[in-house]
């Protein structure tokens, strides 16, 4: 069964204080890693898509990694509205993607 | 906003009683994904249809069911709910299955 463990549950930031999420995962043949954003109430908003080690993504603030066993997302220099929960999901080979618990990111002006 | 719809906004319900939730997919979006949420859980896959046709399954209850229709839009029906039942109801959706999947607002459901 695909397993993603998610590290810290929560992170506490000044503004502009840079700092990065992990996700561990294990899966039987990954088709791909996602990173989404959720906020509260919301629909997880889609971020990024890694397919294989060494692949890396950036979007404004965020630059998403990933390697054979993890992936981090790093948030640089991060604003107040960057505050939300970041998830974490894989897909193996069959269609369904197994999410982690998230990290929820508080970022104080 | 993703181009995924979900209605209703927030349902509220009694113990035993049937709801539908229904999802409109984003245009062009052949896969449609039931996904449940509750504080306790996180997000859990529930049913995956494709172009009208049951794809994949994940914990779903024998409750729970859903299907797709020719107009690609898709419901999910709950019956003879349980309190344990309360939670945000997502869809997502994608071109074909597997690819990114773009989620919609989701439903509320409060079961009382």
């Known amino acids: 069964e695909d397993q993603v463990t998610q590290s810290p549950e929560a992170l506490r930031l000044q503004e502009g204080e840079s700092s990065s999420l992990n996700c561990s995962y294990t899966?039987?043949?990954?088709?791909?890693l996602f990173w989404y954003r959720q906020d509260p109430g919301k629909g997880p908003e889609f971020l990024f898509t890694?397919?294989?080690a060494g692949e890396e993504k950036e979007k404004e603030r965020l630059k998403a990694t990933l390697t054979k066993k993890e992936s981090f997302l790093h948030i640089t220099a991060p604003k107040p509205e960057d505050s939300a929960t970041y998830l974490c999901?894989?897909?193996?080979?069959?269609?369904?993607?197994?999410f982690g618990a998230g990290t929820t990111v508080t970022v104080r002006a | 906003d993703s181009g995924v719809t979900q209605t209703p906004k927030h349902l509220i319900t009694a113990t035993g009683q049937r709801v539908t939730l229904r999802c409109s997919p984003r245009?062009?979006?052949?896969?449609v994904y039931w996904y449940q949420q509750s504080l306790d859980q996180g997000l859990q896959f529930l049913i995956q249809y494709y172009n009208g046709e049951e794809r994949a399954k994940g914990n779903i209850l024998e409750r729970f069911s859903a299907q797709q229709f020719p107009d690609l839009h898709s419901e999910l029906n709950l019956s003879s709910l349980e309190l344990g039942d309360s939670a945000l109801y997502f869809c997502?959706?994608?071109?074909?299955?597997?690819?990114?999947?773009?989620f919609g607002p989701g439903t509320r459901l409060l079961v009382l």
């Open positions: 890694l397919y294989s």
């Open positions: 999901a894989v897909r193996s080979n069959d269609y369904k993607l197994s």
């Open positions: 245009s062009g979006d052949l896969s």
């Open positions: 899966v039987s043949g990954l088709r791909g």
């Open positions: 997502a959706s994608s071109v074909e299955g597997g690819e990114t999947q773009y």
